[in-house]
């Protein structure tokens, strides 16, 4: 089957802001139980079970057969509604919804030791009331015997996983765990596999063997998937519920398996479980049911028009400042320009004329044009004779910036070409890269050889450590601001945020591409579209272990050019090129 | 911390501090001596209640800086509305059990005096703002944090029969 793609990427669909009645209307088929490709299992069918939740309703089911099951939730009156059960060895689980409600349950069943995790799941919960709401209760099977003290409970035991999934119905992804709190997923089928998407998920211990994993699509179309996981034979059984681009439900149970992408690293305290989120005191407190940490982006940084961007520029442009959070460990300012005249000539076309009139000031032109413009630049030198340099076009009618990595030993250049304004929205970055050569007195440039886009980042997941750390006098050491990049496909790159202690936390994801300049050194952007509009540039020695960079961005304040510097370290690799290959169609 | 005093909550002022400081000056350590004379058991029974509620009264005002709740806090000290907790204090731990710790009772038992050591647990807000702070403070990042022992100076005032702190002074140790 060839790659199919979809006509706009998932965070550039405008999901349809359904009403309670509208989704009270679709969810009445639901009411006869999910679909499913694989045979509904009959684990429960003529049985009774009694789920008693800690800090939740108690669930007394009778299983009428394989697709139909009545509940008394607490003391009120019994429902019947159609339901779907999968297994996994001896992990059952079943979901159904609550006929003439919004509301309904995934249930976990681990039938040795009797324990269970419940999901309660509900829509119109949040401001759009597509995204599925869900408050997990842990508790056991009545039995009539003494009450387990043991419980499931969250782990970042699978903090790290990498996996790729082939589910019953044909549908693949690649999916990744690299936060307690968040999740990365890339729709190999659904949505051509290009970029990779975050959502707030949970991860539950059921045994060293078994896992519940569940995400919920927020920002998106809020479709929840949960499953229950099998690392060893990488397996899963799971349940899927949402409404599509299309606004059509999605009920389904599935049954998949896959292999195993590889382990990035964790960076908590040896010995730390996850037993709890180590959350900071002034965390936004989660609160009420169903509260769960989601990083909104638009709910920050609302979207501008270009007129807005236009005025806001007009009125401020911050370029370089000294004081940024991430420049704690920017590399030293280079003088290798300083003095130097020479034009960057590339494939496309465009030619720039520069004279470097000091550290800090330079002077261009484009090829044709008789006058200079002068501005301000910074520049660093990575590697040897490899200069990474930037400065805004002033003038330029989108607010245009260059982002340069000039490599003098072999007279190669590759220019990311930022402008202001997107379709979408007006402080949204977008670019363009360009590829071509340096010229200068004393140095010919190759004639084919050019810098080339490549996968060599691609699984790869590296921390950033933006300022130092700061000793306490007790000892306590406290690491300055850090994330971890994990370049999730070809096309796009996650930030994750650690918390407190180290583990993963909020993350988000963007499109992306990256350049190879010399062998360990990379040139990469990523875009945070639909996000703050960033344009973020790096260039990654990953034998310095550092990167330096500009970061291009426009908002209420105005435009900003701003250093990054960062020191790096290797946090494992999924092995993932091979899912990003085109799919063609193969006739025999 | 940028100085060696720092004052963690502020009241009334010299009006209030004056008095105070100088039945500071006149108090008796304890374990009381008198000078050989052994105190009445009723006295001592009463210096060791006294004693109780005010390591008690420490205890609640390092949980309450801790855990952020400022109407507790405020309601631990003899004028309410002059709690201020400099910025960026975030949490107090004690030491050790107190084996440094000095609390002394005034003679007539309405004033008293100690010096406790503590960690003081503080948080600097890395900026200027940009989208990864956003994130990082969303989930209680975004600071960096520091714990420094100090000692804290604090004069208690009986008030309506309940001890109340009257002033609260760091000292770096």
């Known amino acids: ?588 | 911390m940028s100085t060696t005093r720092r004052t963690f909550i502020a009241v009334a002022g010299a009006a209030l501090s004056a008095p105070v400081a100088a039945a500071a000056a006149t108090t008796s350590s304890w374990p009381p001596t008198s000078g050989g004379r052994a105190d009445s058991l009723e006295a001592r029974l009463a210096k060791l209640e006294d004693l109780n509620e005010l390591r008690a009264l420490n205890q609640a005002f390092a949980r309450h800086v801790t855990s952020g709740a400022t109407e507790e806090l405020a309601a631990l000290a003899a004028e309410p509305s002059g709690v201020v907790l400099e910025p960026g204090v975030v949490g107090i731990s004690h030491d050790g059990v107190g084996e440094h710790d000095v609390i002394e009772i005034a003679p007539d038992r309405q004033t008293a005096t100690a010096r406790l050591h503590v960690a003081v647990h503080t948080e600097t807000v890395i900026g200027p703002d940009c989208p990864l702070l956003e994130m990082a403070r969303q989930q209680g990042g975004g600071v960096i944090s520091r714990a420094e022992p100090v000692v804290l100076e604090k004069a208690y005032v009986r008030r309506d029969g309940v001890w109340k702190i009257l002033r609260v002074t760091a000292v770096r140790a």
């Open chain 1, 1 to 588: 089957m060839p790659t199919r793609y979809p006509r706009e990427q998932m965070h550039r669909i405008k999901y349809t802001k359904l009403t309670s009645e509208q989704i009270l209307g679709k969810l009445a088929t639901a009411a006869n139980g999910p679909t499913s490709a694989s045979p509904l299992s009959d684990v429960f069918a003529g049985k009774s079970l009694k789920i008693v939740l800690d800090n939740g309703p108690t669930l007394s089911y009778r299983f009428t057969d394989s697709k139909r099951l009545s509940l008394t939730e607490g003391d009120a009156v019994a429902v019947q509604a159609g339901y779907g059960a999968l297994t996994l060895d001896r992990i059952a689980l079943f979901s159904h919804l609550i006929p003439k409600t919004q509301r309904g349950y995934i249930v976990v069943v681990d039938q040795d030791t009797n324990l269970a995790t419940a999901f309660e799941l509900w829509f119109s919960g949040y401001q759009d009331n597509r995204e599925v709401q869900r408050q997990v209760y842990q508790g056991y099977v009545d039995t009539g015997a003494a009450a387990p003290t043991m419980r499931h409970g969250i782990t970042n035991r699978v903090e790290g996983h990498g996996y790729f999934w082939k589910q019953d119905s044909g549908v693949e992804t690649l999916e990744f765990y690299p936060s307690v709190l968040y999740s990365n997923f890339v729709e190999l089928t659904r949505f051509g596999g290009e970029l990779s998407w975050c959502a707030p998920s949970d991860y539950i211990k059921i045994s060293d063997d078994k896992y519940i994993y569940s995400r919920v699509e927020a920002e998106f179309s809020g479709t929840m998937t949960t499953y229950v996981l099998d690392p060893n034979r990488v397996e899963q059984v799971g349940m899927r519920l949402g409404f599509d681009d299309a606004d059509a439900l999605e009920y389904s149970m599935f049954r998949g398996n896959g292999e195993w992408v590889g382990q990035i690293a964790q960076f908590e305290p040896f010995g730390d479980l996850g037993t709890t989120v180590a959350q900071g005191n002034r965390a936004a407190a989660a609160a009420g049911k169903g509260a769960r940490q989601v990083y909104r982006p638009l709910k920050t940084n609302p979207i501008m028009t270009r007129a807005q961007v236009d005025a806001a520029v007009a009125k401020n442009k911050t370029l370089f400042a000294p004081n940024n959070a991430m420049a704690g460990n920017r590399s030293p300012m280079s003088t290798f320009l300083s003095g130097k005249e020479l034009t960057l000539r590339y494939d496309n076309g465009l030619a720039f004329s520069y004279r470097f009139d000091g550290a800090q000031s330079l002077r261009w032109q484009r090829d044709g044009e008789s006058g200079w413009h002068e501005e301000k630049y910074e520049s660093f030198e990575s590697a040897p004779g490899v200069i990474m340099f930037g400065h805004l076009l002033s003038g330029a009618k989108d607010h245009d910036a260059f982002s340069i990595v000039a490599d003098f030993e072999h007279g190669l250049v590759t220019t990311l070409h930022g402008t202001m304004g997107t379709p979408y929205m007006g402080n949204e970055s977008a670019v363009k890269t360009m590829f071509g050569v340096v010229e200068m007195k004393g140095l010919t440039p190759p004639k084919y050889r050019r810098h080339q886009f490549t996968d060599e980042l691609v699984g790869r997941a590296m921390s950033w450590n933006y300022a130092p750390g700061t000793a306490s006098p007790n000892g306590a050491f406290a690491p300055g601001l850090t994330s971890m990049h994990l370049y999730s496909t070809p096309h796009s790159l996650s930030w994750i945020i650690f918390l407190g202690n180290g583990a993963g936390g909020l993350e988000w994801s963007g499109p992306a591409s990256y350049v190879k300049i010399r062998d360990e050194l990379y040139f990469a952007y990523w875009l945070e579209e639909a996000c703050n509009g960033t344009l973020g540039t790096i260039l990654i020695n990953m034998r310095t272990m550092r990167n330096c960079g500009i970061d291009y961005g426009a908002g209420t304040n105005g435009l900003r050019l701003s250093i990054v510097g960062a020191h790096a370290r290797h946090a494992g690799r999924f092995n993932t090129v091979k899912y990003f290959t085109p799919k063609t169609s193969v006739t025999a």
